[in-house]
T-cell receptor, first 108, second 116 residues
């Protein structure tokens, strides 16, 4: 079967660091995506991990452990505009399987 | 070409009517995908094309749904005899076949369908 699990909601303070976890089970596995989606808008690409380890891109970093079926997205120096849903998606035999998304609220 | 475009952005229709949506991918992208997203859920895969060939269809895609990409450029998604359960955001995405970018999908703004 195919399953992506991530927390439904998280709240964090402006300027802080937040980690959004994702576990996955898919038929075949090519890599793990993270997308950001603001309310009423389309998802926008944040990161793609193929190999184990941490990839850093500015304030955002993404980690993958293929053996554990686990990934996380790390957001540093949170800003109010980071309030959005963060979607974890696994690429495998089906092009992309998305989780339900984690709604992040950044508060002052 | 600045990105994936979709038309219309919003569609309100009565139950039982047919609707058609259009997607124009990024021009050099070979692959085109259709997803459906309802409130509080992630996008659900419906179907995808590589050039003009439809390579995969989800079980979610009932026989009332049909998608085409006749010349390997734009695509259309038609829903016949719409039902209230079809109300959702329909997202189109495209990707290149080359290198690491082969897996990176760029999404259009979506078409929000409301069936009354």
């Amino acid at each position: 079967g195919q399953n992506i699990d991530q927390p439904t909601e998280m709240t964090a303070t402006e300027g802080a660091i937040v980690q959004i976890n994702c576990t996955y089970q898919t038929s075949g596995f090519n890599g793990l995506f993270w997308y950001q989606q603001h309310a009423g808008e389309a998802p926008t690409f944040l990161s793609y991990n193929v190999l184990d380890g941490l990839e850093e891109k500015g304030r955002f970093s993404s980690f993958l452990s293929r053996s554990k079926g686990y990934s996380y997205l790390l957001l540093k120096e949170l800003q109010m505009k980071d309030s959005a849903s963060y979607l974890c998606a696994a690429s495998g035999n089906t092009p992309l399987v998305f989780g339900k998304g984690t709604r992040l609220s950044v508060i002052a | 070409d600045t990105g994936v475009s979709q038309d219309p952005r919003h569609k309100i229709t009565k139950r039982g009517q047919n609707v058609t949506f259009r997607c124009d991918p990024i021009s050099e992208h070979n692959r085109l995908y259709w997803y459906r997203q309802t409130l509080g859920q992630g996008p659900e895969f419906l179907t995808y094309f590589q050039n003009e060939a439809q390579l995969e269809k989800s079980r979610l895609l009932s026989d009332r749904f049909s998608a085409e990409r006749p010349k390997g450029s734009f695509s259309t998604l038609e829903i016949q005899r719409t039902e209230q359960g079809d109300s959702a955001m329909y997202l189109c995405a495209s990707s290149s076949l080359r290198g690491r970018a082969a897996y990176e999908q760029y999404f259009g703004p979506g078409t929000r369908l409301t069936v009354t």
